[in-house]
């Protein structure tokens, strides 16, 4: 009866043995199959962005050299009023020619102290032509970067009079106006932003 009770309790032990070694394995497989899952969920990495077309900023945006004269201006909000002067006077297909030209584009500051009435006056249909005469005198054919811009210069205008280049202390002037801005790049030709409305 002793032997049998023995028997009887070893082979009990011999299963708990077991079901606790089948337990082990479990968690093991359990444990290895988080890991391959979390392996696989891993994102590849991130391309690194373009690096942005170098050019010069001008009214909050970055005058380019990949658009023309016409579209750089358009993205300036210092340059609204010469923009809407452009387009009354029919110069946009001429300014988005092949060029190149050099542009001295007034700010609307500069707009505003030759006075609204007058400004008004100007973008009348009837003054179409006083107009163009006006913006024409602002373009020089030819692509004449700072550099070349020297002291008693003469630069003649599409308008057909000529603008007086004075440089003193490393500041260049046209006609009496700062050159704020200078060698905003085109695909056409260059701009430098001034700070007075020239007249012919």
């Known amino acids: 009866m002793k032997k049998y009770t023995l028997s009887f309790l070893a082979a009990g032990v011999l299963a708990m043995s077991l079901a606790s070694c089948g337990g082990n394995n479990e968690s093991t497989t359990s444990t290895t199959t988080t890991t391959d899952t979390t392996a696989m969920a891993t994102p590849p990495p991130a391309e690194p962005m373009p690096a942005a077309e170098p050019g010069v900023m001008v009214g909050g945006a970055n005058m380019v050299a990949s658009k023309d004269i016409v579209d750089n201006a358009m993205a300036s909000s210092d340059h609204t009023t010469l923009v809407a002067a452009v387009k009354q006077a029919g110069l946009v297909e001429t300014l988005k020619g092949a060029g ?16 609204k009435d007058k400004v008004e006056g100007l973008m009348k249909d009837e003054n179409k032509d006083k107009l163009k005469k006006v913006l024409t005198y602002h373009v020089v054919p030819g692509k004449y970067m700072a550099a ?3 002291d008693g210069m003469k630069l003649k205008t599409v308008e057909g009079k000529e603008l007086k280049v004075s440089v003193k202390d490393g500041m260049v002037m046209v006609d009496g106006a700062n050159v704020s801005i200078a060698d905003a790049p085109s695909s ?13």
Do not use: S
């Not at 190149?100 to 006075?115: I, L």
């Not at 056409?188 to 012919?200: C, R």
């Open 100 to 115: 190149p030209f050099t542009v001295f584009a007034p700010t609307n500051a500069a707009f505003d102290a030759v006075g």
């Open 148 to 150: 070349d811009l020297k």
């Open 188 to 200: 056409n030709g260059v701009t430098h932003v001034i700070d007075k409305v020239l007249m012919p």
